[in-house]
């Protein structure tokens, strides 16, 4: 297998963001390993995952667009990126690239850093890429999650594809019959004043938002005033960072330096 000096690791997506650059790059420093991470816009996904057995990157995170597309092209999938049909990590030894899907860990780790999840009944929002991986991580940890969505046909098909209950639109959403509720709508991002579901939450309720610019969405403000768990979507992309980092060092993720990193950037991006 090709391998560079420094090691490589990157990620691709239609347009470059900075943040999987900062916390990956932490991570390293903060391991005192020799690799670097560099983020890369591309179209072409086949010359794009050539490249990555050509030059030897060690592992290569995947963003949208490409997160269905990159499939055909590798060597392997783990059993969580088959289920959900998405990839977001690309995990290179020797010379074999095998699919993985880090946000269903990163949910999954993000929620049990509050709540324990075997039982507990689950308000999902929304049906698009985040949902798909909240929902079957949150199915595979024994959860009950009842899928809310703006457009039914989208929400019916993921509650169809992992054996859930579609509960309606997001407005049929009652606190009375959940124990949490996880918000994986855009609804909220970069909208610091948008709850999608405004005077309709519960004390009792654990409440997750995978939105996490701001940090504290108006979701999870609402949701600490009335005195519920809250977990902000940066403890989510966290962890599914962690879980990218231990497989392409073999090492435990540093999360604190990790966070530090991730909201310096967004603070500088605010
Ligand atoms: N924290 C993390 O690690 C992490 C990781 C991935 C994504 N995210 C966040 O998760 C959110 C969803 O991302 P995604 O990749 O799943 O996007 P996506 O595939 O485009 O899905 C978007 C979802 O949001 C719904 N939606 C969009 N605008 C809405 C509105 N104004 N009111 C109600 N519903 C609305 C859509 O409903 P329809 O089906 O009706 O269009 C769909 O269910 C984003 O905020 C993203 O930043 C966070």
């Keep these: 297998m090709p391998r560079s000096i420094p090691t490589l690791c990157g990620s691709i997506m239609g347009t470059p963001f900075s943040f999987n650059v900062k916390v990956h790059n932490a991570a390293y420093r903060a391991l005192g390993l020799d690799y670097t991470f560099v983020c890369f ?4 996904v086949p010359g794009a995952i050539q490249a990555i057995r050509t030059l030897g990157i060690r592992g290569m995170n995947v963003s949208m667009p490409h997160k269905q597309a990159v499939i055909p092209h590798l060597d392997a999938l783990d059993d969580t990126a088959r289920a959900i049909g998405a990839v977001n990590t690309i995990n290179h030894v020797d010379g074999r690239l095998t699919g993985y899907n880090t946000d269903c ?19 999902l929002l929304g049906a698009g890429g985040a949902a798909r991986a909240i929902a079957y991580g949150a199915r595979q940890a024994g959860a009950q999650v009842t899928v809310f969505n703006r457009t039914a046909a989208r929400g019916e098909q993921l509650a ?62 609402d949701a600490a005033d009335l005195g519920c768990r809250t977990i902000d979507g940066t403890r989510m992309m966290l962890h599914q960072f962690c879980g990218q980092i231990e497989l392409y060092t073999g090492q435990p993720a540093p999360l604190d330096a990790m966070a530090a990193a991730l909201l310096d950037e967004i603070a500088r991006q605010s």
């Excluded at 816009?41 to 072409?44: A, R, Y």
């Excluded at 990163?106 to 507990?120: H, N, Y």
């Design 41 to 44: 816009g591309v179209e072409d």
């Design 105 to 123: 860990i990163g949910a999954v780790r993000a929620i049990e850093e509050a709540t324990r999840l075997d039982g507990q009944r689950i308000a």
């Design 160 to 221: 169809r594809d992992f054996g859930l209950r579609f509960g309606g639109a997001l407005s049929d959403f009652e606190a009375s019959a959940f124990d949490g509720v996880v918000n994986a709508t855009a609804a909220g991002f970069r909208a610091p004043d948008v709850n999608p579901i405004a005077g309709r939450l519960a004390p009792h309720l654990f409440v997750m938002d995978a939105a996490f610019i701001p940090v504290r969405s108006r979701l999870i403000r």
